[in-house]
């Protein structure tokens, strides 16, 4: 008995040490990611190098496209248009990759962490993990990466990531340019620093997505802050928009609610008094 009892725990041990999910990056060879990283240049739109809505080309199907126009010109009368930021809901991905506020990575041998100051960290597994059969949907999706030493000096200085399992709503930045509905965006990421500028990473991001007609690849550009200032951000407090049924309203600074567009009707007061004359 003694003796099928440690044939079995060496059994186990084995199986232990082959699973992927057990890997462990070598320490010493992980990258310094350390301090703050905020994003190179201004402006909302999703490729840094084109100005925003229509004229950043993207290659949307027709029917996105449309969806596209619609959401602009709700904004342009005044609503939110596709953008879901109104609500305080999060970024997600890719979206939050923009970097929008400051970002810090946190690098350990099996998971790297990228925490964002006005929603959850996320978490990319670097444990050499296979997909799971089923993944729970959610805005930030399900991340797996791998580091690469692409100058073969014994250090990585590469990550690439794969991210399922997304859930709409979702745009990719504040013009409301959508994704598919079905939700089965796939999001690939190269993350490595600069070789010209060690204070600069790059960030070359592809989308492939059934509302595009092709992979659509963006590249990002943080800077490094070497003696960062971390401030908190709520984006609930002191937020001014309020969403009934699927109109926008906003509440003045005295605290009366108004519309946001021309003509807008205001919302029904179904099971309140009406005020006494």
Known sequence: MHGRSLTGLI?????????????????????????????????????????????????????????????????????????????????????????????????????????FHPFLPRRIYTDGRKWPTEIEPSFAGYSIGKWLDTDGDGRFDTLVIETRGLKNPHSYDSSGLPFHDDNAAVIKERLFIDKSDPQEMRNEITVIDHALTRPWTVTRSYRHVGDPQWLEYVCAEDNHHVVIGKEEYLVSQDGFLMPTRKDQLPPPLRDFDPPPR
């Open 11 to 115: 059994a186990l041990l084995c199986a232990l040490a082959a699973s992927p999910v057990a890997a462990q990056t070598d320490p010493g060879k992980l990258p310094d990611w350390n301090g703050q990283w905020r994003r190179i240049g201004a402006g909302n739109q999703w490729d840094p190098t084109k100005p925003a809505g229509l004229a950043q080309q993207a290659p949307l199907t027709p029917e996105y496209q449309a969806m596209l126009a619609a959401s602009l010109a709700d904004q342009a009368a005044g609503g939110q248009g596709g953008d879901n930021l109104v609500t305080c809901r999060t970024n997600g991905m890719p979206r939050m990759m923009s970097v929008a506020w400051p970002i810090e990575f946190v690098i350990l041998p099996n998971i790297t962490y990228v925490n």
